[in-house]
């Protein structure tokens, strides 16, 4: 993995990394995450995939000037892609990032050959009436976050079978007891990785605004072949926002999954993700000039 800084207007810049070779994907991560991302990467490129991530912005070491709003960091994702000298490409936007990927797909159009929303944010979502926008504005404000992160990725390392069920509750509306039995035997280990990754920055607090700078009209512009990938027991973002972008998108389809939750990268089902995601990816590279889409070799490690 390459991690690189784009230098923007005004002094602010942009952390990605990229990692692979081969058809470029743009990945927008979720919330409390970062260009260092690592959920679904594998399959993509032992398929033969490159992948970009930027990390959004108040993420990382990304200025949070740009998520001022999501023309503003979208701006700086194209601007990102213009450096690359890449035409076109695939994107995947993951749970909070997806407003990112929608409002990207819907105002450059000609640079997006898929589109594809993984638990995806498609709309409002946490509001200050909803108890978890409360807490997170306590635990995940910048000052506190880092804190916050260290003593769940102490706690995790320690006890990660502890801390899952712990935290459970917060990706899956499923018991506990049920949820123990899609866990497969690497999935601790996962967990405990991704603890270790987490942090909020300041971009959490910008997550929590850009969903509402979603509009029905976003949707309807989107007019590339869109896949939604949607856990039916997702207990972070309701089900409702799949329905959403599935209703409002002209080229969508709609893929509900069988797994445990909102990490529909872990447990018994997962399999499913790489499967449909990677049919769904080669049946739109057969029609995309690879010339257009070829990420320049001398940015790959």
Not at 29 to 43: D, L, P, R
Not at 102 to 117: D, E, G, K, N, V
Not at 151 to 174: E, H, N, W
Request: proline content about 5%; overall charge neutral.
């Amino acid at each position: 993995m390459k991690i690189e800084f784009l230098t923007l207007s005004e002094g602010t810049r942009l952390q990605y990394s990229i990692r692979g070779e081969g058809q470029p994907i743009l990945v927008l991560h979720g919330g409390h995450s970062n260009c260092t991302e690592e959920f679904g990467y594998q399959a993509l490129l032992d398929a033969g995939y490159s992948l970009i991530t930027p990390s959004r912005p108040g993420y990382g070491e990304t200025s949070r000037e740009l998520g001022e709003s999501l023309r503003t960091a979208c701006q700086a994702y194209e601007e990102l892609l213009r450096h690359l000298q890449i035409k076109k490409l695939h994107v995947i936007a993951v749970s909070a990032g997806g407003p990112s990927g929608i409002f990207f797909a819907s105002q450059y159009p000609q640079r997006i050959c898929t589109l594809t929303l993984q638990s995806a944010v498609t709309g409002p979502w946490l509001t200050s009436k909803d108890k978890e926008y409360k807490a997170a504005k306590i635990l995940f404000r910048p000052g506190v976050e880092a804190y916050v992160w260290k003593l769940l990725a102490s706690v995790t390392d320690r006890f990660p079978r502890y801390m899952f069920k712990q935290m459970a509750s917060s990706f899956t509306k499923l018991p506990w007891r049920e949820v123990e039995s899609y866990l497969l035997p690497e999935d601790l280990e996962a967990f405990r990785a991704m603890n270790r990754r987490q942090r909020s920055g300041h971009g959490f607090m910008i997550d929590l605004v850009h969903p509402g700078q979603i509009e029905i009209q976003h949707l309807q512009n989107v007019t590339c072949p869109v896949l939604i990938m949607h856990s039916r027991q997702d207990g972070t973002v309701p089900l409702e926002h799949a329905h959403r972008a599935s209703k409002h998108m002209p080229n969508a389809q709609l893929c509900l999954l069988d797994t445990w939750g909102h990490l529909i990268w872990l447990g018994k089902g997962s399999e499913q993700v790489n499967q449909e995601l990677l049919s769904f990816l080669s049946q739109w590279d057969k029609n995309t000039n690879e010339s257009e889409t070829s990420v320049p070799l001398s940015r790959i490690d």
